[in-house]
């Protein structure tokens, strides 16, 4: 990887969200296909950025969720000259925060289970475990 890569990939995901999106409407996992594809291979963010990031720019106004899933600009974010990049998911630093990060993973999981259900058949022993675990805390 070259140098600068890591900055970039901490302080360009906002941004690179928000030009893929002003192409066409896509959900998470696509969102991530296609920044795997810009970087020819180089990163891929996982659904712990993603997602939590997702939710902040429809908290801030920046994009919607339909109903299908799929996140497109708002027309706000259309019109406006420079798109107000702000703080980014840097890696979880409190409960709220590891939280939310768990939350993006499971958003991940459910739209590759609506595209291709077949890539999670072999790791569905390994997310019952998952759920049983944090389930029992919660009793």
Known sequence: M???FGHFRKRGLRPLILTILGRSPKNG???MDAIENMTQGWWRPSPGSVYPMLEEMVKDGLVKKGEDGKYELTAKTRDEDEW?????FA???SIDDMLNE???Y???F??????DKSKLESYSDKMRTI?????ALVK
């Open 2 to 4: 070259f140098r600068g």
């Open 29 to 31: 996992m696509e969102i």
């Open 84 to 88: 107000p990049f702000g703080s980014h």
């Open 91 to 93: 890696g979880p630093r």
């Open 102 to 104: 768990i939350s993006g």
């Open 106 to 108: 499971v958003s991940y």
């Open 110 to 115: 459910e739209d590759m289970n609506k595209t």
């Open 131 to 135: 759920t049983d675990r944090l389930s």
